[in-house]
């Protein structure tokens, strides 16, 4: 068998197991990969030292963190070859090479102003429900545009969101509380949407604007919104932060109040802790819990002034 064939039969099973952005990311790792090693190589002459070549290579040109996701891939490919291949590649795995060091930046974590600056500078009523979904749920920016009504339980205050973030790239769902805040927010959101012309859309959020910063079709859930963070934050006057900025600043804010970290896991649904500690930024019941977070803004009809103390904004129904 050669190397491209043994890669084809892999992306033939990627496709039918992975979420769209995996798979994407093993194919484009394939390209750079059969740039430097021939496809036609027969994976017996597949050896450590040009797998270490090529990862040497990607840390060279682009950074030791996506030299390292390479070689995750291809050990991951190459196991996957020697348990369903027939015959199977031989072992031991030949991308088990030395993993490259890495320069990891620490993520930017907005200061709790300024989410709520931006905030203040959005002028749609929508966008300021999805902020607040945002950091009141710490979900990450797929599970918000992928929300849907039946996923919301208003009798039992609480909110479905799933993710294919676990292993195996398996679709699941958690449901967590709903803050009282969040509740009557989504609440009067829903009402409003309910003399909408698109009052039947399963979706939560949808595209209410024929211009090109939905970043998707008009009356459709959002897939991306291109710039719409960095616009907000450059309106607002504010170094500039995304969607995931948000789920990090939740979890900030959590363990400043002093919530046990076991308890920020659930909220952020992670199936390992330390995967939560390293949202922690070193600082030192679930309903309870999410309680602690900001709760004297909510969306308004009209964007308030900044004042130097600010009243409860109040929901119009």
């Known amino acids: 068998m050669a190397c491209g064939e043994w890669a084809q039969a892999y992306m033939d099973y990627a496709a039918s197991r992975f979420s769209p952005k995996t798979y994407g990311e093993k194919q484009t790792m394939f390209r750079r990969f059969f740039q430097e090693v021939d496809p036609a190589l027969p994976v017996t002459q597949l050896t450590p ?17 996506g030299a390292n996701k390479d070689r995750k891939n291809l050990v991951a490919a190459w196991n996957w070859g020697m348990k369903y291949i027939d ?21 930017y974590v907005p200061p709790v102003p300024h989410f709520w600056r931006v905030f203040e500078a959005a002028e749609d009523f929508q966008d300021r429900v999805m902020l607040l979904t945002f950091l009141h749920t710490a979900a990450r920016r797929s599970e ?4 849907r009504w039946d996923d919301v339980d208003f009798a039992r205050r609480q909110i479905r969101l799933g993710t294919r973030k676990r292993l195996g790239g398996t679709l699941e ?19 409003r949407r309910s003399g909408m012309p698109f009052k039947g859309e399963a ?20 897939t991306q919104r291109r710039h719409f963070m ?43 802790l330390a995967t939560t500690e390293r949202y922690l930024h070193d600082l030192s019941g679930l309903r309870q819990a999410l309680r602690v977070l900001p709760g004297n803004k909510k969306p308004s009809e009209e964007p308030s002034t ?4 600010r009243p409860r904004l109040k929901v119009v129904g």
């Open 203 to 222: 979706h939560v959020f949808i595209c209410l604007e024929e211009t090109p910063f939905c970043g998707d079709y008009y009356g459709r859930p959002f």
């Open 173 to 191: 769902y958690d449901w967590i509380p709903l803050t009282d805040d969040l509740f009557e927010t989504l609440d009067s959101w829903k009402e």
């Open 230 to 272: 960095k616009r907000l934050c450059d309106r607002a006057g504010v170094k500039p932060f995304g969607f995931h900025a948000i789920r990090h600043l939740t979890a900030s804010i959590l363990a400043e109040k002093g919530i046990p970290a076991i308890k920020i896991q659930a909220i952020l649904r992670h199936k390992n």
């Open 144 to 147: 918000v545009f992928k929300l």
């Open 49 to 65: 030292a040009k797998v270490l070549s090529y990862v040497r290579k990607q840390k060279e040109e682009r950074s030791g963190n």
């Open 306 to 309: 900044p004042q130097k103390a």
């Open 87 to 107: 015959p199977p590649l031989h072992g031991p795995n030949p991308c088990l090479v030395d993993r490259m060091p890495e320069e990891r930046k620490r993520r």
